[in-house]
Structure formats: C-alpha cells, structure tokens
C-alpha cells in the first residue's frame, strides 16, 4: 500500500485549498487503495475571502484547522509529516498554495516557501519519492527545483509560466485532462482549475496525476 | 439539459456541508451534463465546530457565505430559488443539514425545517419534480413527506431509523454503495458517510443516487 501525503492550504479557493482538486485527489488516491495521510501548516491564514462576494474579510482563520474540514479531521500538522512515513506527496492548488504555503500571490517575482513545507519537498526529492502538483502550485516546484530545470505546467497563462520560466522551470502548455511529466525528478503536473471551468474536466488530469504519482513511487 | 438544484449548509462536516458528499454530487451532475444550481440560506450557522479538535467555536459564520466556499461563489441565497428553474433537487449530508437546514441535531422528536427550503421541497413533491437525500438530509424527507409515507434510508443507525418511522416514513436498510427509490414520491436516499469510512465508498451511492434523480426528472 502506497502512503501519500495530501498538503492542503485551508479550505476554499480563494484563501485556501481548492475543495475540487483536493477532494478529487483523495478519491483518486483511495480507488486506487492509497493510504492519504492529510498535512497542513499550523499558521494563520494570510486572508479569509468571503467566497459569495470575493471580498476580503478581517477575520482571522488557521490553515490547519481550516484544512481538517477538508479531510474530514484526519489531518497532522505539517511540521509532522516524517518523509519515512509517505512514499509520495501531493499538493492540491487554489489561491492558498499561493497565499499560505508560500508568498507567490502577493510577491512573484520573489517569494518564499513555507520552511516546514520546503523541508519535507527537498527531502522528498533527495529520497527520490515522486511529487504531484496541481493548478497554481507548481509555483512552488519550481522556486524549490527550478535550478534543477525542473519541466511542469502551470497550464497556459503567460504571466504565471513567465514566472516558472524566471525560476529556470521548463514550462509546458497543459490543458486539464493531461499530466506534464518531470521522469527525471519525479514530478508531475496538472493545471486543473488554472485553465478549467468545470469539474469533470480537472478530474481527467487528476485522476492522471495521481495514477502517475503512485506509478512512480 | 437537467437542471439540478443543490441544497448547501455550510461548509464541513460537523457543522454544515459533508463537503466530499457535495463535490460528488456535482462532480456525478457534471458528467451527465446537467446545469448545476447551488444554493443555501442566508443565515447564521447553529454552530462553528473547530474540524481537527471537533470542539465547539465561539465564532458566528454565515451558511450561504460557508457554502460558497463549496460552490467556487456560484451560489444563490435559498429564498431567490425558483422552482420553475429546476427539475431536481439534491441535499447533501453532513451535521449542516441537521444543524441548519433543519433543527434536528438538537432536537430530534421535534424538530422543524428550514421554512424556505420546506417550501421549495413540497412545491417540487407537488409539481412531481425528482428528489435525492444523502446522508442525514432524509430526515427532512422524513419530517416533510412522512405523512406520505415515504420511503427512504438513512443506512442502518438504529436511533436515527426509529425517528424517521416516529414520523410515518417507511426505512430501508441501505450501505453506501446502494440506493433506496421511492417512485410514488420521486424521492431517491442514499447514506453514503452515514454508513462509510472511505470517500470510495459513497462515491458509488451518489453516482447512482444522482443517475436515478436524473432519470426520473
């Protein structure tokens, strides 16, 4: 049995993880009878958005127990996460992977990755175990293993594959049923709801990305 | 194309929405091509429960605003659904539909539903429009159409199948894999978490829960 790693941001994609992708990615992972272990950073939000009116409210949320309503409690704290427990590790996307597992929404030219997060990712790719990431976070593969020219895809939009580019990441165009492929450093792709409207279509690619993770782990 | 109205109650399984529950849904609505329609009532949650200690929070959210974050923002308050807009309705479990959408969870011999949602669900069993209740949400089909003498499933929990009887309907033993149809009543059940541990599991319930709905609209 394959023990893979799910890292989510909150719940909700404007300040948290995309609930699509990650519930989509907990599916995929348990058809093929994956054990998930759920991992967030016990930190603040950087915002709550109110999701009805895209508004930013003042409230303050914590990414780790927003997280657990996602994985339905089942989650650690991600400064936790031991690399010997897990043989892979995936991160869903929405605009939390870009506000609370690092600072690319608010800073993209020059941006910082969650330490804990970095750690375990590094790790990760000096043990060689195979590494997911969908929609916007393969921002953070690339700052992490851009000098390694890592090869993903952030899906099609030129200001976000510019970005990846500067990092030394080879971007690839990607529509939502399909996987970029990194066979080198084990890392795959898939830009779900950068470039997709609907939620059959990110399933195509997740459900890819996740069969591909556990091949290569 | 069918046009399907899914009912929302926050955004979590202890205090509103089952979220895995609601992304099948309308992951299993997308593959059939229907037009998805979410919507909540815009009213305070009963309760926020902290997800990872499940302990009770002081906090005062919003159901409508919860949901959204379910709903990617495409939502609409409860009161503005029309009828004559849809041909189906479906409710999600998760403690929201006994929390919020009904006051069941606090009072289960005597509990009273949401008057907006107990309108839209008696014009719908009045115009033969199809119905699907997953989860806890066919309590409110109890309370509703026990006079009717519905049948329909909640899975096997001895308490919870005694007060659905208590209020005329008829239960049927049901596991997540399967569905219970009331075809008098248009009325389609299925327990999925009620009776689950894997995600797994109640995706094939909803799938066939959504197939029958839609079948019958």
């Known amino acids: 049995m394959k023990r893979v790693a799910v890292i989510l941001s909150g719940c909700g994609v404007s300040d948290g993880t995309e609930i699509h992708e990650a519930v989509l990615t907990l599916l995929a992972l348990d058809r093929a009878q994956a054990l998930v272990i759920c991992a967030a950073p016990n930190i603040p939000q950087t915002q709550v958005v109110n999701h009805a009116t895209k508004q930013v409210e003042g409230a303050s949320r914590n990414v780790l127990i927003e997280s657990a309503r996602i994985a339905r409690g089942k989650i650690i704290p991600l400064n936790c996460l031991k690399l010997s427990d897990i043989d892979a590790i995936i991160l869903p996307g929405g605009f939390g992977a870009a506000k609370n597992l690092c600072n690319y929404a608010s800073s993209p030219t020059n941006f910082e990755v969650n330490p804990d997060l970095a750690k375990v990712l590094q790790e990760a ?30 899906g099609v939009d030129p ?53 591909t993770v556990l091949a290569l782990a």
Request: glycine letters at 6%.
């Open 125 to 154: 790719r000096r043990a060689g175990k195979p590494m997911g990431f969908l929609c916007i976070s393969p921002v953070i593969a690339a700052k992490l293993f851009g000098s390694e020219n890592v090869e993903l895809t952030i």
């Open 159 to 211: 200001e976000t594959s510019a970005a990846v580019q500067r990092m030394g990441a080879k971007h690839v165009n990607c529509d939502a049923h399909n996987v970029v492929i990194d066979r080198r450093l084990k890392i795959v792709s898939s830009p779900a709801y950068m470039v997709a409207e609907r939620i059959a279509d990110i399933e195509v690619g997740i459900n890819k990305l996740v069969q």
